[in-house]
């Protein structure tokens, strides 16, 4: 399950995994960025804020993550992930390979520099 907030005027997209994500948390978040970008023509960036990534609930939910990442890497600018987890810190030398957005790792409590960090790239 994830949470997720849109900041209109920034232009950012935060979003909270708080358990094991499912499809329906992607069909969300696709009908409010999309409508974004439809507005705006793109996302600042999308911070990623986390202690742990607690995966997906199904396969299903999996595939959805992936179509979400390969239908908005073109229109999201940066993507920061906010977290403490050994995982999340290596994610962005991994994503850097599949993604055209740029991305960067910060510790779960610097939201702001991970917010400054986004803006400052536009």
Same mark, same amino acid.
């Given at each position: 399950?994830?949470? =997720? $907030?849109?900041? /209109? #005027? +920034?232009?950012? $997209?935060?979003?909270?995994?708080?358990?094991?994500?499912?499809? %329906?948390? =992607?069909? /969300?978040?696709? *009908?409010? $960025? @999309?409508?974004?970008?439809? +507005?705006?023509?793109?996302?600042?960036?999308?911070?990623?804020?986390?202690?742990?990534?607690?995966?997906?609930?199904?396969? #299903?939910?999996?595939? !959805? !993550?992936?179509?979400?990442?390969? @239908? !908005? !890497? /073109?229109?999201?600018? /940066? $993507?920061?992930? %906010?977290?403490?987890?050994?995982?999340? &810190?290596?994610?962005?030398?991994?994503? &850097?390979? =599949?993604?055209?957005? +740029?991305? *960067?790792?910060?510790?779960?409590? @610097?939201?702001?520099?991970?917010?400054?960090?986004?803006? @400052?790239? +536009?």
């Amino acid at each position: 399950m994830i949470s =997720f $907030v849109l900041l /209109r #005027e +920034e232009g950012i $997209v935060i979003i909270e995994p708080s358990a094991a994500l499912e499809e %329906a948390d =992607f069909d /969300r978040l696709t *009908r409010e $960025v @999309d409508a974004y970008i439809t +507005e705006k023509g793109h996302v600042k960036g999308l911070i990623i804020h986390t202690k742990a990534f607690p995966g997906w609930k199904s396969f #299903e939910a999996f595939t !959805h !993550h992936m179509q979400f990442v390969k @239908d !908005h !890497h /073109r229109k999201i600018k /940066r $993507v920061a992930v %906010a977290a403490d987890s050994k995982l999340m &810190s290596i994610a962005p030398a991994i994503a &850097s390979h =599949f993604v055209s957005a +740029e991305i *960067r790792h910060f510790n779960y409590t @610097d939201m702001e520099a991970a917010k400054k960090w986004i803006l @400052d790239g +536009e």
